[in-house]
């Protein structure tokens, strides 16, 4: 899986949004972008994923450059209980032996205040 | 409630004394997987399970067993646990290979 590279840490204001970024510059055709959150010692949290079209749910949108070596998740209107650590993650969607497995980096702790 | 449930979510145990961690999910999923968390390492996957009766190692198995005998239930065995092993496990699953995963509440386990 490609190696993603992220700020450690950014801040942001409650009720603004929040764009975290994510380099993955080595990201191959058939890998994706998945983005996890972690609260404070809480299991991991799914948020989204994308091939290379713009995706948007109920949590966030996720935002991948035309060349797929960027990607932003954007939290619209950011509330003190998104302040975690955030994961992008980069994986095969097709084949491989991997079955599943999610490599975590460092990840983006966002800090919400007030 | 669809989710993940671990047990117990906190233990304190000596070295050498066997001990098993459950992991439960109800959403009838194939794939489940045992990470554990430390400072500085992020989550690395430990064991996975494709399906009843097949597991695989992850990227550090050492000390550790799993057993997939039911569908929803994938626990985590420590036959001789050591002071490394202090570490908070999480155990997942997923419906498909490339489906979200969903995660438990995590164990903190201390091994003295």
């Known amino acids: 899986d490609a190696k993603t590279t992220q700020p450690t840490s950014m801040d942001c204001a409650e009720g603004r949004a929040a764009n975290l970024p994510c380099n993955h510059s080595?990201?191959?055709?058939?890998?994706?972008v998945y983005w996890y959150r972690q609260i404070h010692s809480q299991g991991p949290q799914y948020i989204i994923h994308?091939?290379?079209n713009n995706e948007t749910n109920e949590m966030a949108s996720l935002i991948i450059t035309e060349d797929r070596k960027s990607s932003t998740l954007i939290l619209p209107h950011a509330t003190l209980r998104d302040t975690a650590v955030y994961y992008c993650?980069?994986?095969?969607?097709?084949?491989?032996?991997?079955?599943?497995?999610?490599?975590f980096g460092q990840g983006t702790i966002l800090t919400v205040h007030p | 409630e669809a989710q993940v449930t671990q047990n117990p979510r906190y233990l304190i145990t000596v070295t050498g004394k066997k001990l098993t961690v459950t992991c439960s999910q109800n959403m009838n999923h194939e794939y489940m997987s045992w990470y554990r968390q430390d400072p500085g390492l992020g989550l690395r996957q430990i064991y996975y399970s494709m399906n009843v009766e097949v597991t695989d190692k992850g990227d550090v198995p050492e000390g550790y067993k799993v057993s997939r005998k039911e569908k929803r239930n994938f626990p985590l065995i420590l036959e001789s646990p050591s002071p490394n092993q202090t570490s908070l496990y999480f155990c997942a699953s997923r419906a498909g290979v490339y489906n979200e995963q969903f995660f438990g509440p995590g164990t903190r386990l201390t091994v003295l």
């Open positions: 993650i980069v994986r095969v969607h097709a084949g491989g032996t991997s079955y599943g497995k999610l490599t």
């Open positions: 080595t990201i191959s055709g058939n890998e994706y």
């Open positions: 994308g091939l290379k």
